[in-house]
């Protein structure tokens, strides 16, 4: 079992950074394909951001590509999400998940394990 914690949402203006954090235990971390999504209110859960376990190979929406930033500490048990020119489009709640298998890591179905989620909003 894989408890994953998310940390540093927040409210920031257009055109603001954020960093997210997640902290994951319970399990080998280093196994798992990471994933970042999001859910904007009244929206579907959406795909943002994937990382390999070696790190080596990274994966994002379109929406967000030149805007955020995925990367992983082995050692610590974490995953971040860096997010630059921010827009209120970007406002959801942002979660991070675990994958083992890593088949298909856009599809949030695949993903065996989830955080509580962390709110970002993003101000006009």
């Known amino acids: 079992q894989v408890e994953l914690v998310e940390s540093g949402g927040g409210m920031v203006p257009a055109g603001g950074s954020l960093r997210l954090s997640c902290a994951a235990s319970?399990?080998?971390?280093?196994?798992?394909?990471m994933g970042w999504f999001r859910r904007a209110p009244g929206k579907e859960r959406e795909f943002v951001a994937a990382i390999s376990r070696s790190i080596i190979t990274t994966y994002y929406a379109d929406s967000v590509k030149g805007r955020f930033t995925i990367s992983r500490d082995n050692a610590k048990n974490m995953v971040f999400l860096q997010m630059i020119s921010l827009r209120p489009e970007d406002t959801a709640v942002y979660y991070c998940?675990?994958?083992?298998?890593?088949?298909?890591?856009?599809?949030?179905?695949?993903?065996?394990?989830w955080g509580q989620g962390t709110q970002v909003t993003v101000s006009s």
């Open positions: 998940a675990a994958d083992l298998a890593g088949s298909y890591l856009r599809n949030p179905a695949t993903y065996d394990y």
């Open positions: 319970g399990g080998t971390f280093s196994r798992y394909y």
